[in-house]
């Protein structure tokens, strides 16, 4: 075969093994794209300019069945209405006009075959498109590649459903919000309706024994959730009993979870479950092989059935709501121990005292743990201290015990503030040694727990309050008129960290208020101790109001508190300071001098004609002859005696000597010595007390029924 050529150009001819060896070539091309399109394990489509399909493989999913008329000549997923979205017919057209290939779209949809599109099986397909062209650039049409991903995507969904119950379920430690977190993080991702009962036994807070659950055991209704945002027909905290025998009565018993992928209408206790429930699984909430209750997930809109995977699934949400209400329930019981421990180791109501009005309240929280006392001392005096231990728990509570058992023992000895929260500080640091990390007393280098206290001491005689503070809040006083007074005091350092404190004296009119507090009644959400403080003084001037109805009032204004177990443990000891009266004090300078001691007796009988007390006379003559024999004997001058008519009669006698008397018991040839062993079978109780000079030894006696019984009601 010729053809034309130009002059100067080599001829070349064309044989007949040529034009064979030219349809061999394009033969085997044509059988590799058959093959491509025949055996290839993705799905292939050529798609012209009209977004029309012109050839396909059956390699797609779904697609093995569909004839080739359905699908040729039609639009690109026009044959598939699940996948023919919107996002599928733009990208398509975008890649025939900018030539830019789209990898890797991720469409959803159903498979299609079905009389009705959405009543296939959910599909995943991840779609890429590249423009075709001739060797001139002429646009061709449109190579598409369809792999279907199902399987990977719902693996996928399954671990972000898992990877979310992990982050939410078993922050709250409550039982229904856990519950509620599990219907929350499975519906819609793998259930259109969750169902949580927890078993009543475990709702009121028992152990179960490890072992079945029998038939017929009452559960209380935990959660309830429905993608459609129904609400069930039994109401939140109800009781319900699951009739037997039925899948979730089957799986409490044996606990094991139980898969029906097709509920039909004869399934034991289908009609329990509602209309259009065509799946089930049944979870048991298990933890160390005991039953608290069973999670049901159940399909009603959505056609797929559950299968293993979502059982494995279910089965894994349904261990970790076991253990966030095991934990919910753990610290449920131990909280409940720590309040009872905390209450029973704090005073349930203030003592009856001549000196102050008092009244408490104590709002137990999650953190910390709060004391408070109103401590009677020596001469009438009153000592009122509070304070907190940081921690929660258990520990908390018998760490605070345990100081202020401390600071009352402290207090008997009469100490100035300072040097009771130098004492404190002292066994703080010693309990942290004894209770330490390894435990024992070798833990020497143990930190100590972290407190803060506040001790006042407050004279009804004198009206004299002094005070000190180990990094404890100071002290609101107000002034009978209900106006706020500066407090002088100076937070030192908190108990454990080595002392260091100072002693700030006030003079407080009669009728005045105290308010010692700790921080976690004036902090709260959304507001700031200055800002609580400041609603502390404003309600605290109040006229007309009583300590008691000043608590309560307290609690109204700053006690709002969404979730006790968040908040910290708020105390308030309220104080409203008395006078002695003028008639119930005597007092007189003494000389330093043996012949005074007959004076002093004189003195003190004739008082007690004045307040008729006849009866006491004798005992107390002797009493105040061994106290002033013994301060001439060994103390120093001045000298005075003092007697006080206060719920029982006071007798003290003042010198300048600071050496401590003590108690001996004397020989049978000894000719002294015997002077405090008959004071102390004499009074109910006697003691000293140290000034910054000089000591005050004193001594109490019990007044007679009748005059004891009006003590208190008329003070000046």
């Not at 509620?180 to 009121?204: F, R």
């Not at 038939?215 to 429905?226: I, M, T, V």
């Not at 258990?394 to 100035?416: F, K, N, S, V």
């Not at 007679?704 to 009601?713: A, C, F, I, L, W």
Request: charged share 25%; aromatic share 4%; proline share 7%.
């Amino acid at each position: 075969m010729r053809g034309t050529r130009r002059p100067g150009e080599p001829e070349v001819v064309a044989t007949v093994g040529d034009a064979e060896r030219g349809a061999e070539e394009r033969a085997a091309e044509a059988a590799l794209l058959d093959a491509l399109f025949t055996q290839a394990p993705v799905g292939l489509f050529l798609v012209d300019p009209e977004l029309r399909v012109t050839r396909f493989n059956h390699a797609a999913h779904g697609m093995r069945q569909v004839p080739e008329e359905r699908v040729l000549g039609h639009r690109i997923g026009g044959f598939a209405p699940g996948l023919a979205t919107d996002e599928l017919i733009s990208t398509a057209r975008r890649v025939l006009e900018t030539g830019e290939s789209a990898l890797g779209i991720l469409l959803r949809g159903r498979r299609p075959g079905g009389p009705d599109p959405g009543d296939g099986e959910e599909i995943a397909v991840s779609a890429s498109l590249f423009r075709l062209t001739d060797s001139s650039g002429k646009v061709l049409g449109l190579a598409a590649l369809a792999e279907n991903v199902t399987d990977r995507e719902q693996a996928l969904a399954r671990l972000e459903v898992l990877h979310r119950a992990h982050r939410r379920i078993g922050t709250s430690l409550d039982e229904t919000a856990t519950a509620e977190q599990l219907a929350a993080v499975a519906v819609p991702d793998l259930a259109d309706v969750v169902i949580v009962d927890v078993l009543g036994e475990v709702s009121q807070g028992r152990r179960l024994r490890p072992g079945r659950v029998g038939p017929g055991s009452p559960l209380r209704r935990a959660a309830f959730r429905a993608a459609d945002g129904s609400a069930g027909d039994v109401a939140p905290g109800a009781l319900v009993e699951l009739p037997f025998p039925t899948p979730c009565s089957q799986a409490l018993a044996d606990l094991r979870p139980r898969l029906v992928p097709r509920l039909a209408a004869g399934t034991p206790g289908a009609k329990t479950f509602g209309a259009g429930a065509h799946s089930l699984i049944a979870a048991p909430l298990v933890v160390h092989d005991t039953a608290l209750g069973i999670a049901v997930f159940l399909r009603t809109t959505r056609p797929e059935p559950f299968d293993g995977d979502d059982l494995q699934l279910a089965e894994q949400l349904a261990t970790l709501t076991a253990l966030g209400i095991d934990k919910a329930h753990a610290y449920t019981r131990e909280r409940t121990v720590a309040t009872a421990l905390q209450r029973r180791l704090l005073p349930s109501a203030p003592p009856e005292l001549t000196g102050v009005e008092a009244a408490h309240v104590h709002l137990p929280g999650d953190d910390g743990a709060d004391w408070f006392d109103v401590i009677p001392l020596s001469g009438a005096r009153v000592g009122l201290t509070v304070g907190t231990v940081a921690g929660r728990g258990i520990e908390a509570a018998a760490t605070m015990g345990q100081l202020r058992t401390a600071a009352r023992a402290l207090a008997a000895r009469d100490p100035a503030p300072d040097e009771l929260l130098s004492g404190l500080d002292e066994v703080t640091v010693r309990l942290a040694r004894e209770v330490g990390p390894e435990g024992g007393a070798t833990s020497t280098q143990a930190e100590p727990p972290s407190a803060t206290c506040l001790y006042l001491v407050y004279d009804p005689v004198s009206g004299r309050c002094r005070g000190a503070s180990a990094g404890h809040p100071v002290p609101l006083v107000l002034g009978p008129d209900g106006r706020s007074q500066v407090s002088e005091i100076r937070p030192g350092p908190p108990l454990g960290g080595g002392g260091g404190f100072s002693v700030a004296t006030a003079e407080l009119a009669e009728g005045s208020l105290l308010a010692l507090y700790s921080a976690g009644l004036v902090l709260g959400r959304g507001r700031s101790a200055a800002e609580g403080r400041a609603t502390l003084r404003t309600v605290l001037g109040r006229a007309g109001r009583t300590p008691a109805e000043l608590c309560d009032d307290v609690v109204y204004a700053l006690g709002e508190r969404h979730d006790p177990r968040s908040v910290d443990d708020a105390s308030l000891l309220l104080v409203r300071t008395r006078r002695l009266g003028a008639d119930r004090i005597a007092e007189w300078p003494l000389r330093h001098d043996p012949t005074v001691v007959a004076e002093a007796r004189a003195l003190a009988v004739r008082k007690l004609a004045d307040w008729g007390l006849d009866e006491l006379a004798d005992a107390t003559e002797l009493i105040v002859s061994e106290l002033v024999t013994n301060a001439i004997r060994y103390g120093l001058p001045p000298l005075s005696l003092r007697m006080l008519r206060d719920r029982e009669l006071i007798c003290e006698v003042t010198d300048g000597s600071s050496t401590t008397p003590h108690m001996r018991l004397a020989e049978p040839t000894d000719e002294g010595g015997r002077g405090l062993f008959l004071v102390m079978h004499l009074a109910g109780r006697w003691g000293t007390r140290f000034a910054a000079r000089g000591k005050t030894i004193w001594a109490t006696q019990e007044l007679p029924r009748d005059e004891d019984s009006g003590q208190g009601q008329d003070l000046m």
